[in-house]
């Protein structure tokens, strides 16, 4: 047989699809039972990488189909020995092939397991970061930048000020952390901003519960592919059981334990908001859990500032915290983390057309996984923003602006352009304040991680506030045809950027291997990178060499280009790959030519070419090649 049906369509039979057991002379017993397992749970059930499900899902169904075939020979009265070995020998074909794929995706899926572990120690090594306080234990969700990080999150700020603040005019503020509770009261945040916990009652740990449940019932179903389970897991991830005495019910009923096999006890609300004490008096405050609520607090200032005009934006970055229950993904899940928001006050008669700015992204493409596609295929669709407005997938022009700025910010700073979409929040998960939510979402090992977002608050922060302040908020319009004065309250579009899961991603997407080689290294943009350039003496303690060194670096400060300088001992070989290791796009040597020439060579951190340049002309070659890497080979020529 030399065609396979497959649900109608037809698949040419390769004669070199190896059978199952050619596998196992090649890999332990162990192993080999441990993929046979994982490829049965994958025919049965969605494989994680969406793509990658779309594109076998027809083999699955054939797979399933030409299994029961199997199954009713063999039950049969008196079944064919040559129809019964046709058949199975056509299921060892399509299992073969299934199997040829989803070794592939295992395979890549191992490596990446690897390659994060290594990842996560040179992050440690070359102190980017680490937890907090690890003298003492460490604190989770508590995370020090080290030097590397600290300069590389000042350059992503400084990018991001540039991409937003600057080019679009916006105003920035910086507010207080302390938070009286009454603001808290009024923004809605000290009733509604929770997560539901619940503890081991041995060791009293706790734990966040849709993270515990998904947890478990994914491990419950690699033994069983209970279809009550499956449903069960898709209402969590879809953020549908919610109701806490439904909660105890499903833990109850399928005898969910805490990691440490222990019982549970009941579900609980936790509130996310660290509560303090203000003054002598010990009024009660909190540590806020956003930034926005301060430029909330000064919006009559702002509007008067901008001589009582919409649209404008505020800008605001800093600390917020949220005492998340069981903090365990590094920088992408913290306490205490960096934010950078935006709040664009508009006119709600002119917030979902007619947005001046929104031609310049009305041609981009992007990733979108919108609600419906959440609820019934699960495929995110590649589409022009412009027509997303037009078919209604999308609101607000201004919404659209924003995604398509976040879009293109975070491309240029060295996120994979194909590991990132926009994910539409579903009803019920949508904050207190919003009524359309947008996350962009980039995809790791930690799976997909939101790293911004943009929420359309509507007028309900400056309205609970005028309410519970007493304060008037509102503002005014003409009304040209009645020559009058309308007062209302504002709308608000409101992008936010998580500072931390952004850098995470970054080096993660950007964590290479050198080809023909198992040494790595960060290949991270010149405009990101902590430091753009290394200076290296040939012979760190040969004095002749100093003098240039000095020189260099004086120039390359006179043009404000942040450089390290490496005169620790070690090869030259050594020495250029603690610089890859740190980022650094470009390693200058000085050389014993240098001492005739005055010259210096450049090294390219990514491709390892080299260039000699004049001393005098290395600030200059550098901000080119900052601007424009493809300058590298008029310098080369």
């Keep these: ?63 399933r189909i030409q299994a029961e075939i199997v199954r009713t020979l063999k039950n049969g009265p008196s079944p064919s020995q040559l129809e019964l070995s046709q058949a199975v020998q056509l299921l060892s074909d399509q299992q073969a092939m299934f199997r040829q794929r989803i070794e592939k995706y295992l395979h890549e899926e191992e490596n990446q397991n690897i390659g994060t572990k290594k990842l996560e120690q040179l992050l440690k090594e070359r102190f980017f970061y680490d937890q907090s306080f690890s003298l003492y234990g460490g604190v989770a969700g508590l ?217 310049l992204v009305e041609k981009l493409y992007v990733n979108i996984l919108d609600e419906h596609s959440q609820l019934n295929s699960k495929f995110t669709q590649k589409i022009q923003l412009g027509e997303a407005i037009d078919r209604k997938i999308i609101k607000s022009e201004i919404t659209a602006y924003y995604m398509g700025k976040i879009h293109n910010f975070c491309i240029k700073a060295g996120i994979s352009k194909d590991k990132i979409r926009f994910r539409q929040h579903l009803c019920n998960e949508m904050a207190h304040y919003a009524n359309e939510c947008w996350d962009l979402e980039c995809l790791t090992s930690y799976g997909w991680i939101e790293c911004a977002g943009i929420a359309d608050r509507s007028d309900y922060d400056l309205k609970k506030h005028s309410e519970f302040s007493g304060s008037d908020l509102r503002a005014e319009r003409i009304n040209k045809t009645q020559n009058t004065k309308e007062q209302f309250f504002p709308h608000v579009i409101e992008p936010s950027f998580g500072i931390g899961r952004i850098m995470y991603t970054i080096l993660e997407h950007n964590f290479m291997t050198r080809s023909n080689s198992t040494k790595q290294f960060f290949s991270l943009p010149y405009q990101i990178a902590p430091y753009k350039c290394n200076i290296l003496p040939l012979n760190e303690s040969d004095e002749q060499l100093k003098p240039f060194v000095r020189n260099i670096s004086d120039l390359l400060t006179e043009n404000g280009i942040y450089h390290k300088i490496d005169e620790n001992s070690g090869s030259i070989g050594r020495r250029y790959w603690r610089s890859d290791e740190c980022g650094i796009p470009y390693v200058i040597t000085v050389d014993y030519d240098t001492l005739s020439d005055r010259k210096a060579t450049i090294r390219d951190r990514d491709s390892i070419e080299q260039i000699r340049i004049k001393i005098d002309d290395i600030p200059i070659v550098l901000m080119h090649l900052g601007k424009d890497k493809k300058t590298w080979q008029k310098y080369k020529n």
């Excluded at 004669?15 to 196992?24: A, C, E, G, N, Q």
């Excluded at 017993?29 to 993929?35: L, Q, V, Y």
């Excluded at 994958?42 to 027809?58: A, C, G, R, V």
Aim: glycine share 4%; aromatic share 8%; proline share 4%.
């Design 1 to 63: 047989m030399n065609i396979i049906k497959l649900c109608g369509r037809s698949l040419i039979k390769s004669t070199s699809v190896p059978r199952l057991t050619k596998y196992s002379t090649l890999i332990s017993k162990k192993k080999e039972e441990k993929i046979k397992k994982k490829i049965q749970f994958y025919i049965q059930n969605e494989l994680p990488e969406k793509e990658l499900e779309n594109e076998l899902s027809d083999l699955k169904k054939s797979i």
């Design 143 to 359: 995370y020090d930048l080290g030097p590397l990080g600290c300069v590389m999150q000042n350059n992503l700020l400084s990018e991001w000020q540039k991409e937003f603040v600057l080019r679009d005019r916006i105003f920035q503020i910086d507010c207080s952390i302390l938070t009286p509770e009454q603001v808290l009261k009024a923004s809605g945040h000290l009733s509604k901003f929770s997560d539901i916990m619940v503890r081991d009652l041995n060791t009293n740990e706790s734990y966040r519960v849709d993270h515990l449940l998904k947890s478990e019932i994914e491990k419950k179903l690699k033994k069983s592919k209970n279809q009550t389970l499956i449903q069960l897991l898709e209402k969590i991830e879809n953020s549908h059981l919610t109701h806490l005495n439904e909660i105890d019910e499903v833990i109850r009923k399928f005898e969910i334990k805490s990691p440490k096999n222990n019982q549970l006890s009941a579900a609980s609300p936790f509130n996310l908001m660290f509560k303090t004490e203000i003054g002598s008096h010990a009024n009660i405050g909190f540590m806020r859990p956003e930034t926005a609520q301060g430029i909330f607090m000064n919006f009559k200032r702002l509007y008067d500032f901008n001589q009582r005009k919409l649209p404008f934006a505020v800008a605001q970055v800093g600390k917020s915290f949220r005492n998340e229950i069981s903090p365990k993904s590094g920088l992408i899940r913290q306490r205490e983390f960096l934010m950078a928001e935006i709040e664009h006050f508009v006119d709600p008669v002119n917030k979902n057309s007619n947005y001046e700015k929104f031609h």
